[in-house]
């Protein structure tokens, strides 16, 4: 009797911890890496580079099972996890990352690092250097004086993250968006590190309508008088041109399927619309002072300066994207969004008849749903099945 | 002898003639119209409302083949013909208007009118009643003071243009984009005036994802300080904020397609590019200077103005888009483009639909071309026959 008791409340004990383990969130934490004397890209120095970085899972032995996860323009290396337990929201990727999940941290040991220059320097979260950062010779923040950084640099930095590690080789990188530019980066500069690469919602060079695009993002910051040439550190922020330019990035990520759901319609004249052009209607207040809200967590140049490394990307820096594109290894897995009016399924579709051009080994599948853009962070849970099998191919 | 030269050479004029006749160009006028004390649908006072408009064809004694078409955003009433021989450019739907054309001016008397608040105010061949207007009761030009104007304005104003010819009838009705608005617009509201109505890359109401796609364009005016609240007469005009909003606006009615392949390429890093993030790359050049060099023409609070009467579209103006629609009973031709990605086709697809289930003669057939929303325009030859069937319909 007693021995079934204890065998029954053992059971019970155990089946009650497993729930608890599986409604436990994986509890993770922002680390701070820092690089002396980088030098850019283009060739310019950088005294200090510090960035935050985050991993999910264990490096095993042979240091051959890391996953490196490349973040989008409004984001940071918060992949995946919870920093506390009562953390409203996990990492923008917690669908497919942590134990037992497509990218499976048992098994995998998965690394991110916030960007250089990244849009939201203000986030708590958010560990970067860039225009906002003091500059060593001045005692003063960089402004424009930083020097212009390329996706190329994103890739840099986090080798030196990895190598700081021990780690020279990547079982995959993956990323979304801007993060795919930084995937396909890797797999074109350091083909002998990267063995997979996933591109989401990607492009493998930026065309002139995409660049022209991402131009009214730098270009409503600029129109704020308060932006001053980038000098508006220890002054007003320009907060109006950070307004508008999320919200174009908003507008442009969403497909009208999902927007005319979550924004407010109309059907009779609004009378506050009618009574003056001043006036914003409830659509546009939707968007807007949403971004409002969002806008003094953002750096006015630390935009600028994302919007040119996406506007100057080309995969592997070379004199043509052939050569960028012809010297990738890896196996790679595209997976556009059917709905994406920002980087364009054709964009992708693109990349990955080049690679299939050169008898590299190339698999694309489309992610359908109704955010567009966001369908590559929001629906990302659709291809959970087809990144883990992709991650297990050899 | 001389006989059969006579015969001869009465031949070869006549077959001279006829060249001539093929390549002289129509020639047309722009005329002026003053209407005295107009009360806007919103219920407010304009004294005096001066606009320009345009005919092609002759008015038949009963008056009964009158075609009225509408125009775009950024274009006026000049749809057809050249102002002189040497004139570069003709109106912008000339495939389509003129003797022998589609829209056939050996049958038709083709009226266009040019909108209130119409973008371009400082175009010489544009006469229009808006902000820039000078106000009687001030002697300065109204700015802000202006009242707000909908679609509905412009119709009521077009009608007036008509009246003043003793016509109380539309053959048909026609236009792309905003003309569409008007098109539908008017058919919504006088529907014992209009027999047919074709609506060209268009919508019967802007929902939720447009009015904040279209406020991007006001955005960009109000963050130029120049803007002043609309008080920049005899000061400083807002030309970098129209600039940007002619760019947005050029941006988004071109699909990539045709945009990549007008627009500079880029595959190596451009060297001023990666010098600063104050340098434009070559595409958001191409586009934002040839922007900059039509700013002068445009009014900002005109842009103003013009945006929010699109944002308010709704077809009849009534309590709903479905009462609106009720009213209808003109036989309806929807042309949306398939790659537009300013209205997209899932508006006219909407609209459309809407009348179908409503008992409603409607008809719909899709451009397709590389232009996106200007297909529309550029692409418009490639629906003459169906227009010219559609006219001639009872």
């Given at each position: 009797?007693?021995?079934l008791?204890k065998?029954?409340?053992?059971?019970?004990?155990a089946?009650?911890?497993s729930?608890?383990?599986?409604?436990?969130?994986?509890?993770?934490?922002?680390?701070?890496?820092?690089?002396?004397?980088?030098?850019?890209h283009g060739?310019?120095?950088?005294?200090?580079?510090?960035?935050?970085w985050?991993?999910?899972?264990?490096?095993?032995?042979?240091k051959?099972?890391?996953?490196?996860?490349?973040?989008?323009?409004?984001?940071?290396s918060h992949?995946?996890?919870?920093?506390?337990?009562?953390?409203?929201?996990?990492?923008?990727?917690?669908?497919?990352?942590?134990?037992?999940?497509?990218?499976?941290?048992?098994?995998?040991?998965?690394?991110?690092v916030?960007?250089?220059?990244?849009?939201?320097?203000n986030?708590?979260?958010?560990?970067?250097?860039?225009?906002?950062?003091i500059?060593?010779?001045?005692g003063?923040?960089y402004?424009?004086?930083f020097?212009?950084?390329?996706?190329?640099?994103?890739?840099?930095?986090?080798?030196?993250v990895?190598?700081?590690?021990?780690?020279?080789?990547?079982?995959?990188v993956?990323?979304?968006?801007?993060?795919?530019?930084?995937?396909?980066?890797?797999?074109?500069?350091?083909?002998?590190?990267?063995?997979?690469?996933?591109?989401?919602?990607?492009a493998?060079?930026?065309?002139?309508?995409?660049?022209?695009?991402?131009?009214?993002?730098?270009?409503?910051?600029?129109?704020?008088?308060?932006?001053?040439?980038?000098?508006?550190?220890?002054a007003?922020?320009?907060?109006?041109?950070?307004t508008?330019?999320q919200?174009?990035?908003?507008?442009g990520?969403?497909?009208?399927?999902?927007?005319?759901q979550?924004?407010?319609?109309?059907?009779?004249?609004?009378?506050?619309?009618?009574?003056?052009?001043?006036?914003?209607?409830?659509?546009?207040?939707?968007?807007?002072?949403?971004?409002r809200?969002?806008?003094?967590?953002?750096d006015?140049?630390?935009?600028?300066?994302?919007?040119r490394?996406?506007?100057?990307?080309?995969a592997?820096?070379?004199?043509?994207?052939?050569e960028?594109?012809?010297?990738?290894?890896a196996?790679?897995?595209f997976l556009?969004?059917?709905?994406?009016?920002?980087l364009m399924?054709?964009?992708?579709?693109?990349?990955?008849?080049?690679l299939?051009?050169?008898?590299?080994?190339?698999q694309?599948?489309?992610?359908d749903?109704?955010?567009?853009?966001?369908d590559?962070?929001?629906?990302?849970?659709?291809?959970?099945?087809?990144?883990?099998q992709?991650?297990s191919?050899?």
């Amino acid at each position: 009797m007693t021995r079934l008791w204890k065998n029954l409340s053992g059971l019970v004990l155990a089946f009650a911890s497993s729930i608890a383990l599986a409604q436990q969130p994986m509890i993770v934490e922002k680390q701070s890496f820092t690089l002396e004397n980088y030098t850019t890209h283009g060739g310019e120095a950088i005294e200090e580079v510090t960035v935050g970085w985050e991993a999910y899972g264990e490096l095993n032995e042979a240091k051959d099972n890391v996953i490196l996860v490349t973040h989008f323009f409004s984001g940071n290396s918060h992949a995946a996890g919870k920093y506390t337990e009562n953390d409203p929201q996990a990492g923008y990727w917690d669908a497919i990352i942590g134990p037992g999940k497509a990218i499976d941290t048992n098994k995998y040991y998965v690394v991110s690092v916030d960007s250089l220059v990244n849009a939201y320097p203000n986030l708590p979260s958010v560990i970067t250097t860039g225009p906002a950062s003091i500059n060593p010779a001045t005692g003063e923040p960089y402004g424009l004086d930083f020097p212009v950084v390329t996706i190329r640099d994103f890739v840099n930095v986090q080798k030196a993250v990895l190598e700081s590690l021990g780690v020279s080789k990547l079982h995959a990188v993956i990323g979304a968006s801007m993060g795919s530019l930084q995937a396909i980066e890797w797999a074109a500069t350091y083909p002998d590190w990267v063995e997979r690469m996933v591109s989401v919602i990607g492009a493998a060079s930026l065309d002139a309508w995409t660049i022209a695009g991402l131009e009214a993002w730098a270009q409503a910051i600029k129109l704020d008088p308060n932006w001053n040439k980038g000098n508006y550190y220890g002054a007003q922020a320009p907060l109006d041109g950070v307004t508008m330019a999320q919200a174009l990035i908003t507008h442009g990520a969403m497909h009208p399927s999902i927007f005319n759901q979550l924004a407010p319609s109309q059907e009779t004249l609004p009378a506050e619309g009618l009574k003056s052009v001043d006036n914003q209607l409830p659509a546009a207040e939707w968007l807007y002072s949403s971004s409002r809200e969002r806008a003094p967590l953002a750096d006015a140049n630390h935009i600028l300066y994302l919007v040119r490394a996406n506007q100057l990307f080309v995969a592997g820096h070379q004199e043509t994207l052939k050569e960028g594109l012809n010297n990738i290894s890896a196996k790679s897995l595209f997976l556009p969004a059917s709905n994406d009016l920002l980087l364009m399924p054709y964009l992708a579709d693109n990349a990955a008849a080049h690679l299939e051009s050169m008898g590299k080994d190339v698999q694309l599948e489309t992610i359908d749903g109704p955010w567009g853009h966001l369908d590559g962070i929001y629906s990302i849970q659709q291809k959970a099945e087809r990144i883990s099998q992709f991650l297990s191919q050899h």
